[in-house]
C-alpha cells in the first residue's frame, strides 16, 4: 500500500464524517429557525450580531438600560415587550448559525486533499457551501434589518434547502468513493425522471408552505398569539392551495417509492432510504393534522419543516444515488486506490 493511497483513504474518511456531521449541524439549526417562527422569536434580538447591545443577551429587564423601548421600539413599531424566553430562542438560533459555519469551514478544509487526486470539485462543492453559508448568514442579517419581511424570510429558507443539497451531494460522493454506495443498474433512467419531478413537487410544496406561514404571519399580527385556534380561519387561499397540493405530493411519492422498491428492493440503499422518506411524508401529513385542526400547536410547525426539508434532502439522495455512475463518478482514484490494500 502506498502512502498515498493510505492519505486519500484517511482524507475521504474524515470528509465523509465531516459532511455528514454538518448536515445533522444543519437540520438542528432549521429546526431551531422553525421554533424561533413558531414561537414568534423572530425579533427576540432587535439588533444584530448583538442582541440587545450586548454579546451574551439579557435573562431580566434589569440589565437593559431604563430606556431600552425608546432604543429599539421604532424598529418595532413600538411594540417592543422584553421576552428573555424569546431573546434566548433567537439568540441559540444565531449560535447554532454560526457553529453551522464553523463546520462548514472544517469540511472545506477536508476537501483540500482532493484537489490533488483528480476530484477537484469536490472541493469547488465545498468551497460554493462555504460561501453560501456566509451569504446565508448576511440574509439572516436583512431577516432581522428588513423586521421579517416575507420575500427575505423565503429567500433564507431556500438558500438553506441549496447548502442542504451541496452538503449531502458531497456526503454521498464520499460514501461513493469509499465503496459503502452499491448501486444498481436497473431503471435507472425512468426512476431518475420521476425523481426530478418528485423533488420539484417538493419543493414546490415547500414555496407554498411559506407563502401560508407569511399569510400566518399577518394574521398573528392581528389577532395575537393567544388566538391560536382562530388562525387557519383567517388564512385564506394560500392554505388551501398548500393543503390540496399535498395530495398530489402523496401520490407521487408512494408512485415513486413503489417503483424504487420493484427496481432496486427495499434493502438495496434507495430502497431504504425511500422506506424511510414514506415515513416522513407519513409525519410531515400528521403534523400538518395538527395545525390545521389543532390550533396550530408551537410543536408542530418546526417539526413539519423540518420534515419537509429532510423529505426533499433524502428524495435528493436517492436520486443521486439511482443516477450515481452519472454524476457521482467524477474520478474513480479514491475507489481504484481503495480496492488494491
Sequence with gaps: MTSSTHIDIKANRRFRRLALNTVIVLYFLIIAGGVVRSTGAGMGCPDWPRCFGRWVPPTEISQLPANYKELYGAKLKGEIEFNPVKTWIEYVNRLLGAFTGVMIFLTLLASIPFLRSGNKRIFYYSLSAFILVGFQGWLGAKVVS???????VTLHMLLAIVIVFLLLFLFTWSAYAGNILQLKESSKKAIGGIGVLVITLSLIQILLGTQVREAMDEVIHKLGYQARNKWIDELGLNFYIHRSFSILVFIVNLYWIN???????????????????????????????????????????????????????????IWLVVNGNKYLKYSSDIRLEKSTI
Excluded at 428588513?146 to 427575505?152: A, D, G, N, R, T
Excluded at 395545525?291 to 439522495?317: C, K
Design 146 to 152: 428588513f423586521e421579517l419581511l416575507p420575500i427575505v
Design 259 to 317: 417503483r424504487i422498491f420493484k427496481a432496486e428492493g427495499r434493502e438495496s440503499i434507495a430502497g431504504k432510504i425511500a422506506f424511510a422518506c414514506f415515513w416522513i411524508l407519513i409525519l410531515e401529513i400528521v403534523t400538518g393534522i395538527l395545525m390545521a385542526y389543532f390550533g396550530v400547536p408551537p410543536f408542530a410547525q418546526p417539526l413539519h419543516l423540518t420534515f419537509a426539508i429532510l423529505l426533499i434532502g433524502l428524495q435528493f439522495v
